[in-house]
């Protein structure tokens, strides 16, 4: 089946720097890719949704600057939380969608949980 | 605008006991409906959805759910909880076709399973 790499699966940084997260459709080509963030017994909330070879579109409320999004390839999208601070810390999770449109279904990643210092 | 509130943060079911998680959703034009289980630290596994026909949608694991318009429900259940059930379930809704990442999540039922 599809799968969705995301990596690193837990990363601990200081308060000031950024980090950078992958997400990797492994086995399928990915037009878009979507990004959450979940905060402890919360639900998710989408943040943004990546087209490839597109600027990002970001949901209401999320800063585009320190939340940059890059996707530069079909099998690849990144987002990099710049000069994060410790409310940064939450755990973000991909997904992607293959070539087929609205009627390919969504594939998850294994999310990546952020600690900032 | 879409909604979907899930009743109860917290299920706690006997192993071979009924799993019943109740969602219920709000939504101005036809909605997609969807289930999905969250392992701890692991992402969304697609358990079932609903687009149209059918009303009741049978997924992995022996889950099932049936979408009633007229309750504005769509529940899951499953007949016998497994130990290996315990996770944390999220109802979503969608207006697009079906596989929109803008999918609104409810804030998810952590169901445990007792020996």
């Known amino acids: 089946g599809a799968v969705v790499s995301q990596h690193p699966s837990w990363v601990i940084c200081k308060s000031g720097t950024s980090v950078k997260i992958e997400c990797r459709s492994l086995?399928?080509?990915?037009?878009?890719m979507f990004w959450y963030r979940q905060f402890p017994k919360q639900s998710l909330m989408l943040m943004a949704t990546?087209?490839?070879?597109?600027?990002?579109?970001?949901e209401q409320g999320v800063e585009k600057d320190k939340f940059l999004i890059n996707h530069a390839s079909l099998t690849l999208s990144t987002l990099t939380v710049t000069s994060a601070h410790p409310e940064d810390s939450s755990f973000y999770i991909c997904?992607?969608?293959?070539?087929?449109?609205?009627?390919?279904?969504?594939?998850f990643g294994n999310g990546t949980r952020l600690t900032v210092t | 605008a879409q909604s979907v509130t899930q009743l109860g943060s917290h299920v706690s079911v006997s192993e071979g006991a009924l799993v019943l998680l109740r969602c219920n959703y709000s939504s101005s034009v036809p909605p997609y409906l969807f289930w999905y289980v969250q392992y701890p630290n692991q992402g969304l596994q697609l358990l079932l959805k609903y687009t149209t026909g059918a009303t009741l949608v049978k997924g992995i694991n022996g889950f099932e759910a049936e979408f009633k318009k007229s309750e504005t429900s769509f529940h899951l259940t499953k007949p016998s909880a497994h130990m290996s059930d315990a996770a944390e379930y999220f109802c979503?809704?969608?207006?697009?076709?079906?596989?929109?990442?803008?999918?609104?999540f409810g804030k998810g039922t952590k169901l445990s399973v007792k020996p």
């Open positions: 979503a809704v969608s207006s697009y076709g079906g596989s929109q990442g803008n999918l609104i």
């Open positions: 997904s992607a969608r293959g070539l087929g449109g609205n009627n390919s279904p969504l594939h």
């Open positions: 086995d399928f080509q990915a037009t878009t």
């Open positions: 990546s087209n490839e070879g597109s600027k990002a579109t970001y």
